[in-house]
Every structure is written in C-alpha cells, then in structure tokens.
C-alpha cells in the first residue's frame, strides 16, 4: 500500500492528519493535532503497521526528519510541495531563459497525469 498523508489546517491550533491509500482513498488513519510533528507521523505509521497493513511507500510533505524516520521504506516528497518549494525560487514572470523554461515544465509537471508521465508526455 501506498500512502499519503496530509494534514490540513483549520484556523491556528486545530488541524486534521490523515493517512490514506492512493490507489483506493481509503483513509487508514487519521488524528486531530495541534501541530505538525514528527512523532505523530511516526505514531500513524507504526497503528497502520499494527493493523497488519504493509506499506509500499510513503508520500508526504517536505518535513524535515521524516526521511530518516521511515528508512526501510521508500518516501517521496509530494508534488505539490516539491513545487512549492521550486515556486519560492522563481519568480511569478522570470526573466533569464532557463527560469522561463523551469516554470513551464514544472506547470506542465502539476497537470500531468499517470497515463501521460508513462507515455512521454
């Protein structure tokens, strides 16, 4: 199983993490925090473990420790974060021809689709 967590804010001090399989959307697990933490996204990992769920991958966001919590098991940034964190480095309308080009193809990344990635493009 693959699995995808997200936590998702509602005002300051509420949020929802949830874990949940990418092929089915099923959710596995999901928590009321606080905050984001480490801790609790080890602490869903190892309940889903414990329900006898192996876990194929682990698609997260780019929370700083959790490759090294999780090393047995392959992790993968979601795409949405990875350009994100591109986005921060370019500017809206770049100028140099390379920036220009980066752009495009991380625009053309976000509307691709598992079908099209395989084929080329």
Same mark, same amino acid.
């Given at each position: 199983m693959n699995v995808l967590v997200?936590?998702?804010y509602f005002g300051r001090n509420f949020?929802?993490?949830v874990f949940m399989?990418?092929?089915?959307?099923q959710v #596995? *697990? *999901?928590? *009321?925090v606080t905050h984001k933490a480490n801790a609790l996204y080890e602490q869903g990992i190892e309940l889903i473990k414990f329900n006898n769920i192996s876990i194929q991958s682990i698609i997260c966001d780019d929370r700083k420790g959790l490759f090294k919590l999780f090393p047995a098991v392959p992790f993968q940034m979601c795409q949405f974060h990875q350009s994100q964190i591109i986005m921060r480095y370019l500017t809206q309308k770049p100028? #140099?021809?390379t920036a220009i080009e980066l752009r495009s193809l991380l625009l053309? #990344?976000?509307k691709i689709?598992? !079908?099209? !990635?395989?084929?080329g493009m």
């Amino acid at each position: 199983m693959n699995v995808l967590v997200g936590t998702t804010y509602f005002g300051r001090n509420f949020s929802v993490m949830v874990f949940m399989d990418s092929f089915s959307g099923q959710v #596995l *697990y *999901y928590q *009321y925090v606080t905050h984001k933490a480490n801790a609790l996204y080890e602490q869903g990992i190892e309940l889903i473990k414990f329900n006898n769920i192996s876990i194929q991958s682990i698609i997260c966001d780019d929370r700083k420790g959790l490759f090294k919590l999780f090393p047995a098991v392959p992790f993968q940034m979601c795409q949405f974060h990875q350009s994100q964190i591109i986005m921060r480095y370019l500017t809206q309308k770049p100028k #140099l021809e390379t920036a220009i080009e980066l752009r495009s193809l991380l625009l053309q #990344l976000i509307k691709i689709d598992r !079908l099209s !990635l395989k084929n080329g493009m």
